[in-house]
C-alpha cells in the first residue's frame, strides 16, 4: 500500500479534532438538545439532568471528547510524535462506535448516535492505516 502524505495526516488529525469539538461543544452548551438529539425524546432527561451526579457523568462524558480532539489537534501539528495520543484515539474511537451500535439496534439511541458512531469507526480505520504506514518512522 503507498503510504500517504503527511499532509494528509495532518489535515486528517484536524479533521478528527474539529469533528470531536463538534459533538462534545453541542454535549456541553446545550445538554439536554444533545441528550434528545443522542437517545431520541421519549429519554426521561430529568434521570440525568435532574441529577447532580448523572447530569456531571454526562457533562464528564463530552469534556472527555473535547480532551480527544485537544489530542488529535496536537498530532495534527506534528504527525511525527504523539503516537500514543492516535493509539487511545483508536481505543477510543472503537468504544463510541460498539457503545453506539449496540445502543442503536437495542432501540436506546437514535439513528443519528449510530451515524457518529459510525463516523467515529471510519476514523479509527484511518488511524490505524496511519500507524501501520508510519511505525518504521516511529
Known sequence: MKRLSDK???RLFFLGALWNFTFSLA?????AFSMRLTFGPDMDQNL??????SRSMYLFWWASVLLFGIGYYIVSRDINKNRGIVWMAVI??????FFFTYSFFTDRSTLLSF???SGD???????LI???QTRKEA
Do not use: C
Open 8 to 10: 494528509f495526516y495532518s
Open 27 to 31: 454535549g456541553l452548551v446545550l445538554p
Open 130 to 132: 496511519f500507524l501501520l
Open 48 to 53: 440525568v439532568l435532574g441529577n447532580y451526579y
Open 92 to 97: 477510543g474511537k472503537l468504544a463510541f462506535f
Open 115 to 117: 451515524l457518529g458512531g
Open 121 to 127: 469507526f471510519g476514523f479509527t480505520i484511518l488511524f
